[in-house]
């Protein structure tokens, strides 16, 4: 079993929908839950961070942590063209190494 | 948020050279810096972690002796391909966390290597 699992779509959405993105993970030890937008031929930028579990909010996205089930999800909401990318969840834990899941492609169609 | 450079940002050489690429933290101090391998439209593979002061610990089937990483200190971490072959182009992507060990990772740029 891979220690994160993210679906790697490609997910293709109208402009204006709401965007669900998921990752599971095994290793219970992760505390620090990242997620990273990447485009095309550039290094990944950091969106969201969040430490253990709960909900974050910054602007149009959310990202969300459940510890107990292992699970992680960021939401963007009323979705842009501009969104268009690959998204890439993170974890680690205290002074670990980063490990991330395989991305999930995302188009947004005007 | 925190700044990574990663320089340079693409790069040709010829078979059987080297390549260094450098990878600084511009306005904090990393004593942990993480290479990555990227193919195209694949997610980031990591190759190494590498600690300031010490050997970098590679990854499983990652060539320490191919991929030499230095970290020599708190702002900067070089790796350098030796012998390069073309199956060794790729995008090629550092991260740093800071000193405090508990912050997210921040990114360069990446570089995108072509072997010829």
């Known amino acids: 079993q891979k220690e994160v699992e993210q679906d790697p779509g490609p997910l293709s959405v109208p402009e204006g929908a709401i965007v669900s993105l998921n990752c599971t993970y095994s290793?219970?030890?992760?505390?620090?839950f990242m997620w990273y937008r990447q485009y095309s031929r550039k290094g990944p930028e950091l969106l969201m961070y969040t430490y253990s579990s709960g909900n974050k909010e910054d602007g149009r996205f959310t990202a969300q942590v459940d510890k107990s089930s292992k699970y992680i999800s960021l939401f963007i909401r009323d979705s842009q063209p501009s969104d268009s990318a690959t998204y890439l969840c993170a974890m680690k834990g205290s002074y670990d190494k980063v490990i991330f899941g395989p991305g999930t492609s995302l188009s947004v169609i005007p | 948020g925190a700044v990574v450079s990663q320089h340079p940002s693409w790069v040709i050489c010829k078979s059987g050279t080297s390549v260094k690429i450098e990878c600084r933290s511009l306005d904090f101090q990393a004593t942990t810096m993480f290479w990555y391998r990227q193919f195209p439209k694949q997610s980031l593979m990591l190759m190494a972690t590498s600690n300031e002061g010490s050997k970098a610990t590679y990854e499983q089937g990652v060539e320490k002796d191919k991929f030499l990483i230095n970290h020599a200190s708190l702002t900067l971490s070089t790796l350098t391909v030796t012998s390069a072959h073309p199956e060794d182009s790729s995008f090629y992507i550092c991260s740093a966390i800071s000193i405090t060990g508990v912050t997210e990772a921040f990114f360069g740029q990446g570089t995108r290597l072509t072997v010829v």
């Open positions: 290793n219970s030890a992760f505390q620090y």
